[in-house]
């Protein structure tokens, strides 16, 4: 039997508990074109996601040079999905650069964007914070981490801000095709062309100079480069915005969890972990292809699948957790999926957790009445969970 879900249906806690209570593995259609097999079971998420035959080919060929050859561009969501060799090149690109070292080296960047975007915000007024502050904050730390000038952050923030403002609020858009790039994303493209070329010249201490090291030896033409760096763009915010603005709303609506964070700081990086398993900013994963059958927790998985799992049905699982449907600060042996699991784990994982922890240290610092405007939160439809606004005050009056 088929199961139709919406990717909204994702987020809805009572919808995927009666799904991951009922079996590990579902058939189902997720109006993308084609049924697939969601894993919703923490075992069967990892035992699945460990499987080789799992790791997934993907559409046939290499999709960013057949791009380049076609002189289209390929679209950020198809970045994100990138499956073969395609997605290998790009990965460890990214990943032989983005070293603890790195991450270590940018904290200082970050708790000075941290404390200028703070700074920014009218303290006794009611303020969107994602608008103000959740949006911008990993936006503008990929900027630096990346090597982008000064006075080109405000055109790459507006471009990223623009997409995932808009995107969400139209779940029933088609995906464009090949010959649809939009006069915006060509823009980018060449703007992050003109970097590459730059960073050519006159090589930083940044990413950008350290990809283009690696895809020299690689031998890689420059597109690759060009994927690599939208794809750290677009997949490197989106989360960290998603947990900061609904991690913060649930500790505001729980008086008792701020205030045990005002008197043991040393919680926060607990608080981040069950944060992520808790809130799970992304419910679904990127698609798996199957090259082979494969038995998952019972359940016949065929040849050339497409398989996904839902990551907060998995990280609610009581088999893994006890009591998973309560946000617990001592939780032991945390092993959430919320950054997922196998040859797709996030490469920004250490970032995303850094850019958190310290945002939560600076707002416990400086502001330690803050409080919620509206408790009443409406949400975005997809598969990214996050309210469309999520008004505070920093410093409320008396």
């Given at each position: 039997m088929t199961t139709r879900l919406t990717p909204a249906q994702l987020n809805d806690v009572p919808t995927v508990r009666r799904l991951r209570e009922s079996a590990p593995v579902h058939h189902v259609d997720l109006g993308r074109g084609g049924t697939e097999w969601l894993l919703t079971g923490y075992e069967a998420a990892v035992?699945?996601?460990a499987d080789q035959r799992l790791a997934g080919g993907g559409a046939a060929g290499n999709p960013i040079e057949e791009a380049e050859r076609a002189g289209r561009v390929i679209f950020e969501e198809d970045l994100v999905d990138l499956s073969g060799e395609d997605h290998q090149r790009v990965r460890r690109m990214i990943s032989r650069q983005l070293t603890p070292r790195r991450v270590a080296a940018l904290l200082p960047r970050i708790e000075r964007i941290t404390g200028e975007l703070l700074d920014a915000i009218p303290p006794a007024e009611s303020v969107d914070f994602i608008a103000a502050?959740?949006?911008?904050?990993?936006i503008?730390?990929?900027c630096a981490l990346i090597g982008v000038p000064d006075a080109d952050r405000a055109y790459v923030r507006a471009y990223v801000s623009g997409r995932i403002a808009t995107?969400?609020?139209r779940p029933e858009a088609v995906t464009p095709g090949p010959d649809m790039t939009s006069p915006e994303t060509a823009a980018m493209v060449a703007h992050l062309g003109a970097l590459i070329a730059a960073r050519r010249r006159e090589?930083?201490?940044d990413l950008v100079s350290g990809m283009i090291r690696q895809a020299d030896r690689e031998g890689l033409p420059d597109a690759y480069l060009v994927a690599g760096v939208r794809l750290t763009l677009v997949a490197g915010h989106r989360a960290v915005t998603a947990l900061l603005a609904n991690g913060l709303a649930l500790l505001l609506r729980e008086p008792g969890l701020w205030r045990l964070l005002l008197e043991r700081p040393e919680l926060i990086?607990?608080?981040v972990e069950e944060l992520l398993r808790y809130v799970t900013p992304i419910a679904l994963s990127v698609p798996r292809h199957a090259t082979a059958a494969v038995e998952v927790c019972g359940a016949e998985v065929p040849d050339r699948a497409v398989v996904r799992c839902a990551w907060g049905a998995a990280n609610r699982d009581p088999a893994r957790f006890a009591e998973p449907d309560a946000f617990d600060l001592a939780r032991p042996d945390n092993a959430h999926l919320a950054f997922g699991y196998g040859h797709h784990f996030c490469l920004g994982a250490a970032l995303a957790r850094a850019e958190v922890g310290l945002a939560l240290?600076?707002?416990?610092v400086r502001f330690p009445r803050m409080r919620l405007v509206d408790e009443e939160l409406e949400y975005r439809s997809g598969d990214l969970r996050e309210p469309r606004t999520l008004r505070v005050?920093?410093?409320?009056p008396g």
């Amino acid at each position: 039997m088929t199961t139709r879900l919406t990717p909204a249906q994702l987020n809805d806690v009572p919808t995927v508990r009666r799904l991951r209570e009922s079996a590990p593995v579902h058939h189902v259609d997720l109006g993308r074109g084609g049924t697939e097999w969601l894993l919703t079971g923490y075992e069967a998420a990892v035992t699945g996601f460990a499987d080789q035959r799992l790791a997934g080919g993907g559409a046939a060929g290499n999709p960013i040079e057949e791009a380049e050859r076609a002189g289209r561009v390929i679209f950020e969501e198809d970045l994100v999905d990138l499956s073969g060799e395609d997605h290998q090149r790009v990965r460890r690109m990214i990943s032989r650069q983005l070293t603890p070292r790195r991450v270590a080296a940018l904290l200082p960047r970050i708790e000075r964007i941290t404390g200028e975007l703070l700074d920014a915000i009218p303290p006794a007024e009611s303020v969107d914070f994602i608008a103000a502050f959740a949006r911008p904050l990993p936006i503008m730390t990929l900027c630096a981490l990346i090597g982008v000038p000064d006075a080109d952050r405000a055109y790459v923030r507006a471009y990223v801000s623009g997409r995932i403002a808009t995107l969400p609020e139209r779940p029933e858009a088609v995906t464009p095709g090949p010959d649809m790039t939009s006069p915006e994303t060509a823009a980018m493209v060449a703007h992050l062309g003109a970097l590459i070329a730059a960073r050519r010249r006159e090589p930083a201490d940044d990413l950008v100079s350290g990809m283009i090291r690696q895809a020299d030896r690689e031998g890689l033409p420059d597109a690759y480069l060009v994927a690599g760096v939208r794809l750290t763009l677009v997949a490197g915010h989106r989360a960290v915005t998603a947990l900061l603005a609904n991690g913060l709303a649930l500790l505001l609506r729980e008086p008792g969890l701020w205030r045990l964070l005002l008197e043991r700081p040393e919680l926060i990086g607990d608080a981040v972990e069950e944060l992520l398993r808790y809130v799970t900013p992304i419910a679904l994963s990127v698609p798996r292809h199957a090259t082979a059958a494969v038995e998952v927790c019972g359940a016949e998985v065929p040849d050339r699948a497409v398989v996904r799992c839902a990551w907060g049905a998995a990280n609610r699982d009581p088999a893994r957790f006890a009591e998973p449907d309560a946000f617990d600060l001592a939780r032991p042996d945390n092993a959430h999926l919320a950054f997922g699991y196998g040859h797709h784990f996030c490469l920004g994982a250490a970032l995303a957790r850094a850019e958190v922890g310290l945002a939560l240290a600076t707002l416990l610092v400086r502001f330690p009445r803050m409080r919620l405007v509206d408790e009443e939160l409406e949400y975005r439809s997809g598969d990214l969970r996050e309210p469309r606004t999520l008004r505070v005050v920093l410093s409320p009056p008396g």
